[in-house]
């Protein structure tokens, strides 16, 4: 168990962090794709359920 967690902690030394301007960039294009979809899904949504209402 040892074992694992010092090459758990060896790994970690290992990985090429992001820096801070990285991240922001990567944040952003997170959180405007998520926005964009979540707008994108709401029309779909809603164009679905007009559709469905001219049939029922």
Same mark, same amino acid.
């Given at each position: ?5 010092? #090459? ?13 301007? $990285? @991240? ?9 794709? #998520? ?13 679905? $359920? @007009? ?6």
């Amino acid at each position: 168990m040892f074992r694992f967690f010092r #090459s758990v902690g060896t790994e970690m030394k290992n990985v090429d962090w992001p820096n801070g301007r $990285q @991240l922001r960039r990567d944040s952003t294009t997170v959180i405007g794709t #998520s926005l964009f979809f979540i707008v994108f899904l709401a029309i779909v949504d809603w164009l679905v $359920q @007009l559709f469905l209402k001219l049939f029922v």
